[in-house]
């Protein structure tokens, strides 16, 4: 089985890693795995095709070799695309995408936000689509080097109810994570779960990166954790507005989240310390412009919007 894994940030990483050295272990078992990672920097592919993955859990260290290139054509068709691009690449990760499919090819993307999905629905020559959203915890320590931070459930699904050759094809996706690892299960309301940690990140991740602090630390103001709290109020709003349905209370669940993280630095606060662009669009952008749309004001998140525009131009 032929996979393809786009974009070797910390997610990407922490998939080809344990997909490689987890399926080597049970080789009687499993089918080949033919893994692949695909990156846009030559100088970091040529990198990691020399130098392999090391995966850091805990104090242990693992180390594997990695196929990986900026040539889609070195890879050819595959079986299953991985998208771990962040939400401001996905464009460019979905041209490259649409030069390894094949007519049974299915495409993963787990991103961060929402703000993927318009992209995901004006595409031609996309395979059937898999929405992903992942609890999963990595950061880079190093190119190749990722450190998996805290284990969670993923869950895949697809937008809309699929063939039963479909179906097949992501109960064969399902397996393959969870043989590495990576535990995961299907579900049929993969938009609700996107929506649930769309709040999660609403709630969280601007504050952290204008705050320059730890998630945990959000709780420790009054001023922070009033913050948050509005922010994920106004997008629950929105989302309700929208028809999703919220299983659970969305600010109880983004105050667990922020305690069981304390000490993470969330994504966003990781983009603004290497200068990078923020998600800010596809979480409290997509709110905001939700909002607007149905005439629910989202004036705490317009705030939060507008203070890392200015982080990022600040550059
Ligand atoms: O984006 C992130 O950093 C994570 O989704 C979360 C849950 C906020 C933890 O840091």
């Given at each position: 089985?032929?996979?393809a894994?786009?974009g070797?940030?910390?997610?990407g990483c ?8 987890k399926?080597?272990?049970s ?19 040529r990198?990691?095709k ?5 995966l850091?859990?805990?104090?242990q ?5 990695i ?23 996905v464009?460019?990760?979905l041209q490259l ?6 007519e049974?090819?299915?495409l993963?993307?787990?991103?961060n ?10 595409r031609?020559?996309l ?9 999963q ?8 080097h990722v ?7 993923t ?20 397996n393959?994570?969870n043989?590495?690892?990576?535990e ?8 609700d779960y996107l ?14 990166a ?6 945990g630390?959000?709780?420790?103001s ?5 913050k948050?709290?509005?922010a ?5 709003a ?6 999703i ?13 922020c ?6 630095l969330s ?8 200068k ?15 909002g ?15 203070k890392v525009?200015e982080?990022?131009?600040?550059y």
């Amino acid at each position: 089985m032929k996979v393809a894994i786009i974009g070797p940030g910390a997610l990407g990483c922490l998939l080809a890693a344990s997909l490689t050295i987890k399926l080597d272990q049970s080789r009687d078992v499993n089918p080949a795995l033919d893994l692949w990672l695909l990156d846009y920097k030559p100088e970091r592919a040529r990198y990691l095709k020399e130098n392999g993955l090391i995966l850091e859990e805990g104090n242990q260290k693992k180390t594997c070799r990695i196929n990986a290139t900026v040539d889609p054509q070195e890879i050819g068709p595959a079986d299953i695309i991985i998208l771990c691009v962040k939400s401001p690449q996905v464009a460019a990760g979905l041209q490259l995408a649409a030069k390894l499919v094949q007519e049974d090819t299915l495409l993963v993307t787990l991103q961060n936000g929402i703000g993927h999905l318009a992209l995901l629905k004006n595409r031609q020559k996309l395979p059937p689509i898999v929405l992903g959203v992942t609890a999963q915890g990595a950061n880079m320590v190093a190119p190749g080097h990722v450190c998996h931070a805290g284990d969670g459930l993923t869950r895949i699904g697809f937008l809309k109810s699929a063939s039963f050759t479909r179906s097949l094809l992501l109960a064969k996706v399902c397996n393959l994570l969870n043989y590495g690892g990576i535990e995961t299960v299907i579900v049929d309301n993969i938009l609700d779960y996107l929506w649930s940690k769309l709040l999660i990140n609403t709630g969280i991740n601007a504050l952290t990166a204008i705050h320059r602090c730890p998630n945990g630390r959000l709780l420790e103001s009054a001023d922070t954790k009033e913050k948050l709290s509005a922010a994920v109020r106004e997008g629950e709003a929105v989302a309700r507005a929208l028809g999703i349905e919220l299983a659970d209370d969305p600010l109880a669940i983004t105050l667990d989240v922020c305690r069981k993280t304390a000490q993470n630095l969330s994504s966003m606060l990781q983009d603004v310390n290497r200068k990078r662009p923020t998600e800010i669009d596809a979480i409290n952008g997509e709110i905001a412009a939700a909002g607007r749309r149905l005439g629910i004001p989202t004036p705490v998140n317009d705030a939060l919007i507008k203070k890392v525009k200015e982080i990022e131009q600040a550059y």
